[in-house]
Every structure is written in C-alpha cells, then in structure tokens.
C-alpha cells in the first residue's frame, strides 16, 4: 500500500512563502513522475505543479508560474512544492500524488495514490 503524506501548511500573509513536503512510504517512488494539486473552497481540485521521476522535467500550472517550483528528492522519497509570493487566491487545500508514469500530466485520473492534504490559508 502506497502512503503519502503531506506537511507544511499553515497560515502566512499574502507575499509571504510556505515549502510543503509530501513523504512517501516503501518502494513506491522510483520510477513515477509525482504531483501537487489544490482544492479551494467551493471549486474543484485543480493541478498545481508536476515532475519527473528523474526530477529533470518539471510543469507548473499557469496561475502559478514564476511563484511555484516543485522538487524532489528520491533518496528520501519526497517531493516538495516550493511557494513564493503567495496570494489570498492560493488559499486551499493542497495534495500530492503519485503518477501511474515517469513523466507528469495535469489530469487527476493519471494519477494512482493520493494524500490526505495539507491546508494552506493566505490572509490579505
């Protein structure tokens, strides 16, 4: 069974930084390309930010680019989503998943396992 777990949320004021972390357990994390989507208040879960099982291909939502960068490290088996300059609208819950493949996509049913989440509130 595959487990991940996401930490670092919190409160933070607007253009302030937050670094959230996903852990993945067991020998499930080589080989799959990994992701971070976020699910705000009354709107549906949207794609933040994925990478390569390498680490050496890396997407970023639209809405995010130029704030967000997203990282791995394989040898401790966790991913991390880097996040600078945040706005009120990035207030939401945010989860990481793993991809079924090596290489990332955007739509959710790519992916296979999922976290509980991590929620991230930025005060204007």
């Known amino acids: 069974q595959v487990q991940l777990v996401e930490s670092g949320g919190g409160l933070v004021q607007a253009g302030g930084s937050l670094r959230l972390s996903c852990a993945a357990s067991g020998r499930t994390f080589s080989g799959h390309a990994m992701g971070w989507f976020r699910q705000a208040p009354g709107k549906e879960r949207e794609f933040v930010a994925g990478?390569?099982?390498?680490?050496?291909?890396?997407y970023l939502a639209r809405s995010v680019e130029g704030r967000f960068a997203i990282s791995r490290d394989n040898a401790k088996n966790t991913v991390f989503l880097q996040m600078n300059s945040l706005k009120p609208e990035d207030t939401a819950d945010y989860y990481c998943?793993?991809?079924?493949?090596?290489?990332?996509?955007?739509?959710?049913?790519?992916?296979?396992?999922w976290g509980q989440g991590t929620q991230v509130t930025v005060s204007s």
């Open positions: 998943a793993r991809h079924r493949l090596a290489v990332p996509g955007t739509a959710q049913d790519e992916y296979d396992y």
């Open positions: 990478i390569s099982d390498s680490g050496s291909l890396t």
